[in-house]
Each structure stands twice: as C-alpha cells, then as structure tokens.
C-alpha cells in the first residue's frame, strides 16, 4: 500500500482559503487518495476522494497531480469548525491513517 | 439512517482485567474495520472483516487481542489481562463493500482507559 506524508500542522485564517498538502509518490494506477478529518473527541468524517481527476463537493476540492504523486485538499472559505485533524490516505487493501495535519483556522 | 454506533463510549478498567468492546455498523455493510488511535497519534490498523471471508488480522498488537464479528454484522473487540498501554481510543468503521473506492463511516468510538 501507498504511504502518504502531511505537514503536521498548518494555520489558516477564517474566511481564507486553506490548502492541505499531501504526497503519496508510490500510489499505484488503482489507488484512490482520500481525505478524511477529525474534529477532536469525534470519529473521522469522510471529506472527499479522486482517481486522477480534481473532485468538487459542498466540502472540499481535491486536487491531484498529474503524476498522480500528490494531492491539495483545498477548503475554499475556511471557518472555524475547519479546525480539526485532516487525513490524507490511499486506499489499498487497508487504509493506512498517519499522523495528518493538524489545522488551526484562526479568527 | 443511523450510523455506525459503539459501545460504550467510555470504559474504565483495571490492569489485568478482560474488556469488550462493540461496534455495530451500518445496516447492510459488509466491511468492517477496527483501529485505535492513542493520545496524539494517528490511527493505527487492528483488523478487519469482509463477508464471511477470514479476517486480517495483521494489525493486531498481541494475543491478548482478538475480535468477532457474529452473523456479518455486531463486532466485539475483546482485549485479555489489559494492560495501561491499551489505553486508548478505538474505532470502528464499516464500509459497503471493500474495494478501492469504498468509503469509511466511523463510529464516536471507545475510549479505553486501563488504570
């Protein structure tokens, strides 16, 4: 399986755009990149996963290089019930769940 | 539709003393997974079920460990003679079907803590 690497912690204004990065040089052809987050004391949530195209949802936009060997997240207007633990996987047989970043939206 | 639950959110016990812990996935889920997460840490693999398939077990820590899951649906997590490094957070998820694009639904999960 694919391993990812985050920075662990990124700060963000509210309002502003926050851009998580990931990358995930081994991904294979038939491997997803999903992102997931963690709001403290609470399960992950799902966000949003692609293939190799950029995904939109009323989340989040996803977007993936072309090489396929990283990945942004980008929350368009961050707020503050942003601020949580932020998972970028690769699926695979399992899911592996690093350390993530950790995003602070500031007011 | 309700969610993925767990049971019970919270569960104090003493070194050496067995627990369970439940999960109970979204009706008609397939998958199953279990993982626990320690203070600050990411989420670490335990195990998983799919169908009626064997379960991998590869993450198990010890064999103090184990888990269940009856009739393709409620899984326990069961831990023997627990030990204060157990301690910790564990979740469950289930998915429709393990593939590739499967998604992840998480429970509020368990938080252990061995005294």
């Known amino acids: 399986d694919a391993k990812t690497t985050q920075p662990p912690s990124m700060d963000c204004a509210e309002g502003r755009a926050a851009n998580l990065p990931c990358n995930h040089s081994t991904i294979s052809g038939n491997e997803y990149v999903y992102w997931y987050r963690q709001i403290h004391s609470q399960g992950p949530q799902y966000i949003i996963h692609g293939l190799k195209n950029n995904e939109t949802n009323e989340m989040a936009s996803l977007i993936i290089t072309e090489d396929r060997k990283s990945s942004t997240l980008i929350l368009p207007h961050a707020t503050l019930r942003d601020t949580a633990v932020y998972y970028c996987i690769v699926s695979g047989n399992q899911f592996y769940f690093g350390t993530g970043t950790s995003l602070t939206v500031i007011p | 539709g309700a969610g993925v639950s767990q049971s019970p959110s919270n569960k104090v016990t003493e070194k050496g003393k067995d627990v369970e812990l439940r999960c109970d996935p979204i009706s008609g889920h397939t998958a199953l997974y279990w993982y626990r997460q320690s203070l600050g840490q990411g989420l670490e693999f335990l195990i998983y079920f799919q169908g009626n398939s064997a379960p991998d077990k590869s993450g198990l820590p010890s064999d103090r460990f184990s888990a269940e899951r009856t009739g393709g649906s409620v899984s326990t997590l069961t831990i023997q003679r627990t030990q204060q490094e157990d301690s910790a957070v564990y979740l469950c998820?289930?998915?429709?079907?393990?593939?590739?694009?499967?998604?992840?639904?998480f429970g509020p999960g368990t938080r252990l803590t061995v005294l």
């Open positions: 998820a289930s998915t429709l079907q393990r593939g590739l694009t499967d998604t992840q639904y």
